[in-house]
């Protein structure tokens, strides 16, 4: 896909995410709105992945640290064909696999649990160590929330990817600016990011996430530096494309009543134009 269709896609996927929570009755939206340019560049661009064998031990790996936004990744999948479109319809319903946390033992393209923050960067850095160990030319991708970039976890991992020149891993931090319950400057600073990543031995690029040209150019092979692992700050904005949950708090982990659903799929509509 070129940008534009990146763009068209990702368009799309927020106007299902957001039918899917709508109709489920709850999810964390802002979020999801947040990290779909991110997530369709990745999968409609970049990984080196197979909807019908999920499993390929070739295959790039990709972790969604954020694990509270699902709901995007499953729309992504669908698009993808991992899994049928239909399914998204059972977001949350009894017995369905789309949980409010990714699951890899029900979800094919799924490739470890998360939802307790922290935990998908550890993971990543250890796919990545095992790539390295067994020659392997698949890359990992991890996916973190800035909140998430508060638990001392990560920052154990980042201390170990450098130290293990982990040039075929690649962090993207989606840097929204808000946690739950509050803004990141409010709670536990932690930006400006780039510094203290680079301070660890990291290359790092700062982009606008929302930016599909500039999201394919730092995801680019081109800009990986041999013996130094990537991370990619992309500045977003929760909520994005629906003007009454941008940058606002209150989305987090919310659902909006029918008229604000109507207003949101119409405004997500016009952007697609």
Known sequence: MDTQDL????NQIRRRDLQAVFEAGAGHIGGEMSVSDILTALYFRVLNVDPTNPLDPNRDRFVLSKGHTACALYVTLAEK?????EEVATFLKPHSRLNGHPNRTKVPGVETNTGPLGHGLPVGVGMAIAAKLSGASWRTYVVTGDGEMQEGS????????????LDNLTLIIDHNRLQ???????????APFAPKLEAFGWVVEEIDGHDMDQIVAALSPDKVEPHKPKAIVAHTNKGQGISFMSDNVAWHHKVPNAEQYKQAMAELEEAAQ
Do not use: C, D, V
């Not at 763009?7 to 990702?10: D, G, K, L």
């Not at 990560?154 to 020149?165: L, P, T």
């Open 154 to 165: 990560n920052w154990e991992a980042i201390a170990s990817a450098a130290q293990y020149k």
């Open 81 to 85: 064909g991992f899994i049928p479109k």
């Open 180 to 190: 739950q319950g509050a803004r990141l400057a409010e709670t536990n600073n932690l």
């Open 7 to 10: 763009r068209r896609m990702a």
